[in-house]
């Protein structure tokens, strides 16, 4: 049975990793140098499980233990429980918690890109998209929408950001990441994959051309939400394509665009 600990003193150690370490002092912390992360909701703590990530501890309402936890806890028999009223929690954490559970877990070390791309065949890359929040409903995005994984430049907001997991529903543990470094479309060109710019251009293809479905493999390139890729990204990729807009509208939101990008070029002949 897990060590159970009803919180009574805010200040105590145990809850730095909730109350007090900024989302980059969680990634970069002395005491955990593989760096740590929150989970929160059943659902999600569970996907995370089974991806392989370890507990630190759990946190969360009295009437959870036995009831939305349970199954949890009896999975992490060795984690240490902190328990507190939904008053309290808000207080402690900041924020009125969902489903009621938060789970501090480790980090794990990323793949390398290339053995991320050996068993993939549809990519999304995202360069320098900084939101966690369109972090994490790209993502929830590409893993429903046919993308095998997604490549992130260092830029990018965290996808183990609290709120980008919280948004991707936990399909941050289910889709194959990892971020990348240095002449990035050189990689990918260098294991057979064509590249597709999303961009405001006129020179480009439609969506839904069919030569871009015919591609073996195909990586769909995504920039940041106020200027989009950079001149030299759209230059190194082989297609450039443009959603087609009505009413004089000029763009989506990076995380819509992406929605519509894998529903059409996740789709294979």
């Known amino acids: 049975m897990s060590r159970i600990t009803e ?17 980059r002092e969680l990634l970069h912390s002395d005491q955990r140098p593989e760096g740590m992360f929150i989970a929160e909701s059943p659902k999600v703590i569970t996907r995370a499980l089974d ?23 009896a999975r992490c028999p060795e984690t240490p429980v902190f328990t507190a009223a939904p008053e309290v929690l808000t207080q402690l954490t900041g924020f009125a918690l969902t ?9 794990k070390a990323e793949p390398r890109p290339e053995d991320l791309l050996a068993e993939a065949r549809r990519v999304a890359v995202l360069e320098d998209v900084m939101n966690p929040t369109n972090v994490g ?12 994984a997604l490549l992130l430049t260092r830029r990018c907001a ?14 941050v543990f289910l889709l194959p990441w990892t971020h990348v470094d240095g002449d990035w479309t050189g990689l990918l060109r260098s294991r057979g994959f064509r590249t597709v710019a999303m961009a405001l251009r006129r020179d480009t293809l439609p969506l839904d051309d069919p030569a871009l479905k015919a591609v073996e493999k195909l990586a769909v390139v995504l920039g940041t939400e106020g200027d ?3 001149d030299g990204t759209i230059a190194g990729c082989d297609y450039t394509v443009r959603i087609p807009m009505q009413r004089g509208v000029d763009s989506l939101n990076v ?13 294979r002949e």
Do not use: K
């Open 7 to 23: 919180i009574t003193d805010f200040s105590a150690p145990a809850l730095d990793v909730y109350a007090r370490l900024t989302e």
């Open 51 to 73: 991806a392989g990530y370890v507990p630190l501890s759990f946190l969360m309402e009295p009437r959870h233990v036995e009831g939305e936890a349970r199954a949890l806890l």
């Open 99 to 107: 489903r009621g559970v938060l789970c501090a877990m480790l980090r």
């Open 137 to 148: 409903a790209i993502v929830r995005s590409a893993a429903a929408l046919g993308m095998d």
């Open 158 to 171: 965290d996808p183990l950001y609290r709120r980008a997991i919280r948004v991707s529903m936990g399909n």
């Open 228 to 230: 989009g890729l950079a």
């Open 255 to 267: 995380a819509a665009a992406s929605a519509v990008a894998f529903w059409e070029l996740g789709r």
